[in-house]
């Protein structure tokens, strides 16, 4: 099986760390965000990986290279200018050879998460796991006399559901792409308003984005509860 991480982005929102190295090759744990995600791939016995470079891409190729040394093959989908999410994407289509006939895996470049991809791919359908919208803040428990029972911090909203940025795609998804563009504002809706995309829930996986660099932090503190090891 084949995937692709999609890396090309500006990280606009973690400056200045962001000022002089793409978004992927952040750290936590001393351990670029690019990294974790190849060697999560590889757990699942996804091998070859198309990474969709942009920004500052020299940082990512010499990092990460013919992808060897991690024990995948690793090849590179390059933006002269930024295409968006769909564009990065439709301008990868060359690279993933049988990956078109077998049905392929992305990820969003700033994602960390232990959810199994495998379990995406359900009868060769495009899907796109879900996981649980997790509270910006820390909520007040209260009784049916309003005294407060407790505090919960930064809770989970299990009747929630948000886009995890990880997919399993077929090869129907390029008649959706556009050039320059974002997939979650112009393919995956309409491909929605088809029935042509599916969704699955990871109630009990750990997922982070990292979007801020509180994110760097607190997603530090989650891994080392979360991990015994790297992938």
Not at 125 to 132: D, E, G, K, Q, W
Request: glycine share 8%.
């Amino acid at each position: 099986m084949k995937a692709v991480i999609l890396a090309g982005g500006l990280g606009k929102r973690l400056r200045p760390l962001t000022d002089d190295k793409p978004k992927p090759m952040i750290e936590v744990l001393n351990v670029p965000i690019i990294e974790w995600q190849v060697r999560w791939f590889r757990k699942y016995s996804i091998n070859e990986i198309v990474i969709c470079v942009g920004y500052l891409k020299e940082h990512i190729i010499d990092y990460i290279g013919s992808g060897a040394k991690f024990g995948v093959k690793v090849g590179y989908a390059v933006e002269e200018e930024p295409l968006g999410t769909g564009g990065a994407l439709k301008n990868a289509e060359s690279l993933l050879g049988n990956g078109l006939r077998e049905g392929f895996f992305m990820v969003n470049g700033d994602i960390l998460t232990d959810l199994n991809p495998v379990d995406l791919k359900t009868e060769n359908f495009p899907s796109l796991a879900l996981v649980p919208l997790r509270s910006p803040y820390g909520v007040v428990e209260v009784d049916v006399d309003s005294y407060v029972m407790g505090f919960v911090e930064k809770p989970q909203i299990y009747d929630r559901w948000i886009n995890a940025g990880v997919y399993y795609l077929t090869k129907d998804v390029f008649d959706y792409l556009p050039d320059s563009g974002n997939i979650e504002t112009t393919a995956l809706p309409l491909m929605a308003k088809e029935r042509k995309l599916k969704a699955r829930n990871f109630k009990t996986s750990f997922w982070r984005s990292i979007d801020s660099h509180k994110d760097i932090e607190e997603a530090s503190k989650e891994i080392r509860l979360a991990f015994d090891e790297r992938f």
